[in-house]
């Protein structure tokens, strides 16, 4: 993935079994959660392409979430907050070459971040 690039889509869920099953027959995605990731199963498309997760729905998430790739989530947060921005979630690792953050815009909205690369 390039700089910039949405690269997942978190939906918030409240019965991960119900939901998975929703969108299964909606869409005809296929849904698993991969080792490691138990709780939180992940979502492909028909075309293969890993495209998001369903999450459990918490206080703080409860509409869906994009993340965007970028070369550095330290400087995409120092240039977030010198804009007006701010932080929601700090950096934490995914894996040991990638992690993940969320920023919110002047306007409220929740942005994801991710940075390295991943094979889950």
Partial sequence: MAHGDITHIDIPVSDLGAAGAFYRDLFGWQISAPPGFEGY???????????????????????????????????????????????AQPKQPIAATSWWAVIVDPDGNHIGLTEGTTEI
Wanted: charged fraction near 15%.
């Fill in 41 to 87: 199963p992940m979502w492909h498309a028909p075309n293969g392409v890993s495209g998001g997760g369903l999450a459990p729905r918490s206080d703080g998430f409860t509409q869906p979430r994009s993340y965007v790739e970028v070369d550095s989530i330290d400087d995409a947060i120092a240039i977030a907050e010198a804009s007006g921005g701010s932080v």
